[in-house]
């Protein structure tokens, strides 16, 4: 198992906790008012999305507040809400003096959620709302829109406002999305939803099965997890035993990479192989498939019952640990 790390933690600040739900691909979305001729005159932008952009700074720059403009439009899921995943490469440069500061292209993308980003940068609150994979946007933010310790990492002045160019790569579902699938499985465990998807598990009162047992009890039509793959995953986790009491869940907190062929928590592999992101998956893993010592959080000498949902695949480069 392989947490997404915060951006937080790539610039080496403390991990906070995350809150609040999101939509998918909401209606109407549309990215917030451009900013205005005279800011896009002192600062301009040029550069395909995925290529080192060229940025001159009519420096000194001071802006009071946030503004944003999109350079390249992209299209697919749009970013809605905090608890969102999605990958991105940015590129820092100082209002000041028009220098760049930092840039996190190269051999990784990162992938975080929105409000991980908002942590480091809560000056950009809303503006990258509805931005689409593919997309280039600009944000000029004042000196107080950027968490201090995260201007001092990226090498910002406390007085100085900056000028942030994100790539978004990639974007990921916040729940499972596709099409309810019947199961006619007697002694199994029910799933209720949540109105933003969460999971609750309903285990009877019944003796475990003998054997791992998995069922797709929502089928996405995103593409298949091949072996290789690094899937991106929120997940609940009650024992049978126990029944309602969860022992571990990724919800309301930060999804969860898991490599499909090599999964550390069990029944992992056996419930992600073959499945297509916007999947909701249903596993049961006896006791004696469950490690002595336990598997994380996982009890030991219990069965584990886990929900899944595949909320997309992590680029081949991104970042994980």
């Known amino acids: 198992m392989r947490k997404i790390p915060a951006l937080v933690t790539v610039l080496g600040l403390a991990s906070l906790t995350l809150v609040g739900c999101a939509s998918v691909g909401a209606p109407g979305c549309s990215l917030p008012a451009q900013a205005g001729s005279d800011l896009q005159s002192q600062v301009t932008v040029s550069g395909a999305p ?7 700074i009519g420096a000194p720059l001071h802006v009071e507040k946030g503004h944003t403009w999109e350079l390249a439009a992209g299209s697919g899921t749009p970013l809605t809400g905090d608890d969102q995943l999605f990958s991105l490469d940015f590129f820092v440069y ?3 003096t028009g220098e760049r500061t930092y840039a996190s292209q190269g051999d990784a993308s990162t992938t975080i959620t929105l409000g991980q980003w908002l942590q480091v940068f809560p000056g ?3 503006l990258l709302t509805c931005a689409t994979p593919g997309s280039r946007v600009v944000l000029t933010l004042p000196p107080e829109g950027i968490e201090p310790q995260a201007g001092a990492t990226l090498g910002l002045g406390s007085g100085d406002s900056a000028v942030v160019v994100v790539d978004v790569a990639a974007t990921y579902l916040t729940r499972a999305t596709g099409a309810l699938v019947f199961n006619d499985a007697h002694g199994m465990p029910t799933v209720v939803r949540a109105p933003d998807g969460q999971p609750g598990i309903i285990v009877p009162d019944a003796a475990p099965p003998a054997d791992i047992r998995v069922q797709t009890l929502v089928r996405g039509d995103g593409e298949v997890l091949e072996d290789d793959d690094t899937a991106l995953v929120n997940y609940t986790g009650v024992p049978w035993e126990s029944r309602a009491k969860v022992f571990d869940t990724t919800w309301g907190a930060s999804p969860a990479g898991v490599t499909v062929a090599n999964a550390q928590l069990p029944g992992f592999t056996e419930a992600l192989k073959g499945q297509t992101v916007g999947s909701q998956v249903l596993v049961v893993v006896p006791a ?13 000498g219990k069965t584990l019952v886990y929900v899944i949902d595949v ?3 992590a680029p081949e480069a991104a970042t994980t640990r």
């Open 50 to 56: 995925g290529s080192d952009p060229s940025v001159s």
């Open 94 to 96: 100082d209002g000041t």
């Open 124 to 126: 950009s609150e809303g």
């Open 311 to 313: 909320l997309g695949v």
């Open 288 to 300: 004696d498939q469950v490690p002595a010592e336990g598997a994380g959080s996982a009890p030991a």
